[in-house]
T-cell receptor
């Protein structure tokens, strides 16, 4: 079945450091890929998405490129801020009869000043 | 603000009891999804409704049930509650037929079973 694998956390970085959170997927067909973010005490917010191979999703300085050849959708940011501290979830949608999302386990990012 | 509204935000109840969680989807969205987030299971898909009909079922226990009403709001009923049902329950909605499959989440309902 479809699945998503994320790197284990927590990831601890200093402010202005470069961020990479790895995400790989297993899916039949051509899923859409997403990154969601959950700030402390809050719900899930869509951060960015990509719907086909080689698409790059971007938002708030974060980027991820849909790589079909490596089945990956790694999240990157050039310079993190303390306010980026949150849990980040990679997810896929199989775009079949249902658009339900399948999530990875989440990666906690802690950015220190 | 995603436009998805969930109530209540927090509730505490005893084992063996029954609770109902309510969700109003974004205006115009016909699909509603329920997810459970717990420390040990992560984010688990429970069930999806589209325009009042069940569309997909995930890891939903038999003690749990859901429905979507003609005005498109949805309710998740949890019965014979156990300590392990303590979790954050999310509702989400999407536009049916959107090939991009973007799903928007509410802020969740925190359930604590004591």
């Amino acid at each position: 079945g479809n699945s998503v694998t994320q790197m284990e956390g927590p990831v601890t970085l200093s402010e202005e450091a470069f961020l990479t959170i790895n995400c790989t997927y297993t899916a039949t067909g051509y899923p859409s890929l997403f990154w969601y973010v959950q700030y402390p005490g809050e719900g899930l917010q869509l951060l960015l998405k990509a719907t086909k191979a080689d698409d790059k999703g971007s938002n708030k300085g974060f980027e991820a490129t849909y790589r079909k050849e490596t089945t990956s959708f790694h999240l990157e940011k050039g310079s993190v801020q303390v306010s980026d501290s949150a849990v980040y979830f990679c997810a896929l949608s199989d775009r079949g009869a249902t658009n339900k999302l399948i999530f990875g386990t989440g990666t906690l990012l802690a950015v220190q000043p | 603000d995603s436009g998805v509204t969930q109530t209540p935000k927090h509730l505490i109840t005893a084992t063996g009891q029954r609770v109902t969680l309510r969700c109003s989807p974004r205006s115009g969205d016909l699909s509603v999804y329920w997810y459970q987030q717990s420390l040990d299971q992560g984010l688990q898909f429970l069930i999806q409704y589209y325009n009042g009909e069940e569309r997909a079922k995930g890891n939903i226990l038999e003690r749990f049930s859901a429905q979507q009403f003609p005005d498109l709001h949805s309710e998740l009923n949890l019965s014979s509650l156990e300590l392990g049902d303590s979790a954050l329950y999310f509702c989400a909605s999407s536009v049916e037929g959107d090939p991009r499959g973007t799903i928007y989440f509410g802020e969740g309902s925190w359930l604590t079973v004591v």
